[in-house]
């Protein structure tokens, strides 16, 4: 099998190869340039400050979050789903080209400029409780933006890239995210243990006070673990942990001393929003999925269709291809560039912001996903095959028995 380079065209390259048949095979990524619009979304947190400032209407400071929660979901609607996935034997050149690597790299400051500048506007704006209210909310939303940068940063092997996970998670004050991530919920997603998979019948309220705590302790056992079989202390200096802790202290203290203590809610909103962001995607993204228990008490390797996927084309450009989720699991090394798609995998109604919404009002949650949870070909209605919550059992087998039988 002989490989050729990408052609030179830096704008739209086309990558090439022979198969194993000689045939020549080739590939331009269409969303090349589409990828970026994940560098700039943080701005769109700003766009309510820049239509307050133009017109003195302290609503428009709401602007972002109708533009999140709203506009984005119509936008997937109507703009649809893309199913494109390139050769597989161009994966290797398209993963090797530099440009995505650094769209990634590019948007981490980008969050310390929007973070900052906001932050600085608000300490400086004369504004009613709601409009500090709207700035608090919008900048934590941008922070989870910044989680999902980490996450993408925090899987690849060099050392500059989980350096700027680690800057990217002290934005939130999340520096634990990538070790859990990484070391704990890839190993066991869509299991019962796993406190960041979400089980059917359980609201997503819930599930934050289980998934929070739970992510940030088991990350924090997993550093411990890995320092002492260095035999060093968890609170050695190689703790990965202390290190994005350590920037956001700087940070954070940083506005706190240089703006004022009034900034102090709008730290604590940004946070907070920022890590319900966060925990918004995770009970999406593995809602009553479930890993068969092999006879060795280990539970099969993740697959496709243990994850939601969405294709829904304007949500997956501005997330870093997060929503094609079910490749990811399967696949954690792969590159957001070449996350693929599959036949027959469970699928999302509408991209991420839509199902967040979604998921927040728990009645209509369970409305939409429970029957479509059963429905999917390897569960076909097979409770056994369900990841439920425990204190929903009874209810959920009463419920889905009947309506079997």
Known sequence: MACEDATVNWLNPTYSAKDEQGEAVSYRDGKRLAWAWS???????????????????????????????????????????????????????????????????????????????????LARADLPWHGYLAVSITLGLAAGLGINTGHELGHKPRKLDRWLAKFVLAVPFYGHFWIEHNRGHHRQVSTPEDVASSRMGENIYRFALREIPGACKRAWLLEKGRLERRGKSVWSRDNDILHSYAISIVLQGGILIGLGWQMLPFLVIHNVLAWWQLTSANYIEHYGLLREKLPNGKYEPCA??????????????????????????????????????????????????????????????????????????????????????????????????????
């Open 304 to 405: 496709p269709y243990h994850s939601w996927n969405s294709n829904h084309k304007l949500t997956n450009q501005i997330l870093f291809h997060l929503q094609r989720h079910s490749d990811h699991h399967a696949n954690m090394s792969r590159a957001y560039q070449s996350l693929r798609d599959f036949p027959d995998l469970p699928r999302l109604p509408n991209g991420y912001y839509g199902m967040f919404l979604v998921a927040y009002v728990p009645p209509l949650w369970f409305s939409v996903m429970d029957k479509r949870l059963l429905a999917l070909k390897h569960i076909q209605g097979d409770l056994s095959k369900v990841n439920v919550d425990p204190e929903k059992r009874a209810a959920i087998e009463l419920k889905y028995g009947a309506e079997r039988g």
């Open 39 to 121: 560098v700039i979304n943080p701005f769109f947190a700003w766009i309510g400050i820049g239509l307050y400032t133009l017109t003195d209407h302290v609503w428009l400071l709401w602007f972002p979050i109708v533009q999140g929660y709203v506009l984005f979901p119509l936008l997937d609607m109507l703009i649809g789903e893309d199913t494109n996935n390139p050769p597989e034997i161009l994966v290797p050149q398209l993963e090797a080209d530099r440009y995505y690597r650094w769209l990634t790299y590019l948007v981490v400051p980008m969050h310390y400029v929007v973070f900052i500048g906001a932050a600085v506007w």
